[in-house]
């Protein structure tokens, strides 16, 4: 049977939320679900689990497009505290905290911060491909 490469945490609670970095907290405390994603890094039997972390992203996606189907949005954040979030959900050693994301209904944008509201309202602009694929 194939190890379950990751374990999900979630939080309503917003002393729970401490483990983000300060600008993340600006905006994901209104947030009404935090989630902790969490790789288990060593097997059962202690190998290294090299997809661990493929893992857990296609089950975020998974939960991104289940979320999106129904009218919320959800937000990836690698700016966390993974030492802070390993103390308050005491994760073994054997499992590597690798990103949060936040769901729940988009609020309004003319209530953040303003380096945030701009960022926010900026059109997205996408990289050219050969910025980031390696065309050998």
Same mark, same amino acid.
């Given at each position: 049977m194939k190890d379950l490469s990751l +374990? %999900? #945490?979630?939080? +309503?609670? #917003?002393?729970?939320r401490e483990f983000s970095v300060e600008f993340n907290q600006g905006w994901a405390k209104n947030a009404p679900v935090l989630i902790l994603a969490v790789a288990k890094i060593r097997t059962d039997d202690g190998k290294t689990n090299r997809h661990a972390l493929?893992?857990?992203?296609?089950? %975020?996606?998974? =939960?991104? =497009?289940? *979320?999106?189907? %129904?009218? =919320?949005?959800?937000?990836q954040i690698a700016g966390f505290n993974i030492d802070s979030a390993r103390e308050l959900y005491q994760i073994p050693d054997d499992y590597e905290p690798?990103?949060?994301?936040?769901?729940?209904?988009?609020?309004?944008?003319?209530?953040?911060?303003?380096? =945030?509201?701009? +960022?926010? %309202? *900026?059109?997205?602009?996408?990289k050219p491909l050969p910025e980031f694929v390696f065309t050998g």
């Open positions: +374990r %999900l #945490q979630g939080s +309503r609670k #917003q002393g729970e493929h893992d857990v992203g296609l089950a %975020l996606e998974n =939960l991104i =497009l289940q *979320a999106t189907s %129904l009218g =919320l949005f959800g937000h690798a990103t949060v994301v936040t769901v729940g209904y988009p609020g309004d944008p003319q209530t953040l911060p303003d380096g =945030l509201r701009d +960022r926010e %309202l *900026a059109p997205r602009v996408r």
